[in-house]
Every structure is written in structure tokens, then in C-alpha cells.
């Protein structure tokens, strides 16, 4: 997928020639099988992909990978599966050498309409590694939120330490709220013996982990989102003490967008579902 001749397939994430692409730590290639070490489960792979794979172990330029891979006899649509693979289970790092030439080449294919997915990243689930996920998903949101802010202050609809005070508990909630959804599911999935990995791919949140019992599955899916409605919720109460409707509406608000996450074509929507009908 060079900057000069992009070609997009599956989970693969924009790539340049210069760029060095290297396995996860948490993964290492044994004859035909990339071993996810974290989760300790393992994905069967084709020799060629198997071969390609090792050549990450230690990082490598995407141009030397593309030369490799036709030494393997291996198509560019069929690399950039496999790299799309990777990348949807977190075992994929990129480093920029040129990041300017990167950010050129991304906007002229932005300007042809072509689209790629982000890059995800993933670590070992601990409060400290969720709390960086959320802060790293959210960040559009904080971006929009100090925007808005700006904006109602210049326009003067509410007084400049009014809407400071708003803007900071409301994301403190949010991030609050966020937080303990995910870590809600990782003690529950730990409660069950298995090895949970927080995954952020732009704003989207998730866990992965070995499959759980049918009632692990649904109370997992669950957990998360009504923890993060109960939260909302006792701040909203909390916020009440201090006659504050817009805050009250705030935290309600924040409360119910994690009810949208019990959607069907939303994570915990799509693994209650999945358990339900197993």
C-alpha cells in the first residue's frame, strides 16, 4: 500500500514505503502459527504467512516486506489481508520515518475518496492501560468539547467560568464512566480464569479474551454498560444537591449513551445477542 499506489483490502491500515512494521510483543510465529502469547491462544496461518510474519519479529520496512512477499510468491492484495488481520487483533506496529510524507500522501488519497481503517493498539488489560484506551478513544470528544467551549464563549451565551466548570465535570463523567464500563468487563472476564486486552481502534473500546460460558458471556456484556448507566446516573443525583439542571442533564445524558452500546450492531449489543442465541 504505497503512497503511490494505494490499494485497500480488509483491516489494513494506511502504510508507506518507509514505514517499519513489527509484531506485537504479545506475539511470536512458531511454524505455522502465530501464538498470541497474552491470550494464550493461537491463529493458524499459511507457510508464506507464517514466513512474511517473521520478518516483523524484529521490524521491517514495508517496501523490503512488499519485496518478500513476491519471493513468497505471495499477491500485494493477499499481504495486506494479512496485515489487516493483525491489525484487527492488535498485533500490528507502525513507525513513521517520515511522517510528513505520510500526512501528504494520506490527504491526496483523502481527496480521491479512499478510506482506511486505524491503526489499533492494544495492551494487557490493568486499570492503568484502560484508563490510557479511554483517554486515547475519547480524545475526538475533547477536542469537540474545548471547541464548543471556545465557541460559547466567544458568542457569549454563558458566562466564561460557567461553561469551564460544565466542560471539565462533564468530561470528568464521561471519562469516569468509560473507564469503569471497561473495567467492569475486564474483572468479570478475570472472575472466569481467562486473560483480558484492551483494544482501541480510533474511538471504538473493546476487550478481548478466550470465550466464555454462555451465563459469563451475557453477564460480561452487561456489566459494562450498567455500570456505566449506574454511574452516570449518581453523579446526575449527586449534581442535583447543586441545583444545577444542565449539569443533571449532562450526566443523564452520558448515562444513557452507554444504553447504546446494548445495540445490535454495537459490542456488547452483538456478544449479548451472540450468547443468547449459542
Not at 155 to 169: D, N
Not at 185 to 199: D, N, T
Request: some cysteine.
Amino acid at each position: 500500500m504505497s503512497a503511490d499506489n494505494p490499494l485497500v483490502l480488509g483491516r489494513c491500515p494506511f502504510i508507506v514505503e518507509s514505514d517499519i512494521l513489527s509484531l506485537s510483543t504479545d506475539f511470536k510465529v512458531t511454524n505455522t502459527k502465530l501464538i498470541d502469547m497474552a491470550l494464550g491462544i493461537s491463529h493458524g496461518l499459511q507457510p508464506q504467512g507464517a514466513n512474511l510474519l517473521r520478518h516483523l519479529t524484529n521490524g521491517q520496512s514495508y517496501s523490503a516486506l512488499s519485496v518478500q512477499a513476491q519471493t513468497e510468491n505471495v499477491q500485494p492484495a493477499q499481504l495486506h489481508e494479512l496485515l489487516g488481520f493483525l491489525n484487527i487483533i492488535g498485533g500490528l506496529r507502525r513507525e513513521r520515518k517520515h511522517p510528513w510524507r505520510a500526512r501528504i500522501a494520506r490527504a491526496r488519497h483523502i481527496a480521491l475518496r479512499l478510506t482506511y481503517p486505524l491503526l489499533s493498539w492494544r495492551r494487557a488489560a490493568t486499570p492503568g492501560s484502560i484508563a490510557l484506551a479511554v483517554v486515547r478513544a475519547s480524545y475526538p470528544v475533547s477536542i469537540a468539547c474545548g471547541l464548543l467551549v471556545g465557541w460559547l464563549a466567544f458568542v457569549g451565551l454563558l458566562p466564561t467560568w460557567r461553561i469551564a466548570y460544565l466542560a471539565t465535570l462533564g468530561l470528568g463523567v464521561f471519562w469516569g464512566s468509560l473507564f469503569l464500563h471497561e473495567l467492569t468487563h475486564s474483572v468479570v472476564i478475570s472472575r472466569y480464569g481467562k486473560r483480558p486486552a484492551i483494544l482501541q481502534t480510533g474511538m471504538r473500546l473493546g476487550l478481548l479474551h478466550k470465550p466464555l460460558p454462555k451465563k459469563a458471556e451475557v453477564l460480561c456484556s452487561l456489566a459494562g454498560p450498567s455500570t456505566g448507566l449506574i454511574f452516570g446516573c449518581l453523579c446526575a443525583l449527586v449534581a442535583t444537591l447543586t441545583n444545577d439542571q444542565l449539569l443533571v442533564t449532562l450526566c443523564i445524558c452520558i448515562a444513557c449513551f452507554h444504553l447504546s452500546s446494548l445495540l445490535p450492531w454495537y459490542g456488547d449489543g452483538r456478544s449479548l445477542i451472540g450468547a443468547i442465541q449459542s
